[in-house]
């Protein structure tokens, strides 16, 4: 099924206006541009509407009264707030809390990827108390490669975010090890300096 949307302003992933189709839609712009869409397609107005990609979230909480760190439904509110705001794809951001705790919370998204959910981004426990921000600080971990593991396990093969203060002790063998395990890893939540930081994105770290 072709689905012709009338009336849009069309724009691709740089911000430039595009030509004629963005993604799978067959577009017919307001600047009189179009192209031959089936009799048979489902047709909708665009109003003058701007038409682009659908957005990707890469560092989020939750939306709408919904949160990622909390049960099916939270997170089916969340995903819908989102999709609303023009984001088809998030990865859902999880603080520190307690390592168990932490496990459910990934073992949960792991099971709902694909559902808009990309995977899973842990911004914690391996960061800095002096940088805490939201994340309570008693349950920040010192790098811990069996945690770890237990992480990216819990994720069952869907793709993990790890954020890492890399000046903490052991953190660039940790960085090492997810890298090999595939996760990505992000500097943050950290009091490190450029030389360290320059070793962690040695050691994976983008």
Known sequence: LTLGIDGTETF??????????????????R???????PVTCRRIHGDGRVL??????????????GTFDGGDEAITTALRSTAERGVTRAMPSLVTVAAEEMLAQVERLARLAGAG?????????FI????????????????????????????????????VAPELPGALDLIAHAADRGAVIGIGHTEADYDTARSAVDAGAR
Do not use: N, Q, W
Request: charged share 15%.
């Open 128 to 163: 800095s108390p002096a940088k805490a921000g939201a994340h309570e600080p008693a349950h920040m971990r010192t790098p811990d490669h069996g945690l770890l593991d237990e992480f990216l396990d819990a994720a069952a093969g869907t793709a993990v975010y790890l954020t």
């Open 52 to 65: 682009t990609p659908g957005l990707i979230d890469m560092h989020s909480h939750g939306c709408g009264g």
């Open 31 to 37: 600047d009189g541009s179009s192209v031959e869409v």
């Open 117 to 125: 959910i990309l995977g899973v981004h842990l911004e914690g426990p």
């Open 12 to 29: 691709d992933v740089v911000g430039t206006p595009a030509p004629g189709a963005t993604l799978a839609l067959v577009v017919r712009r």
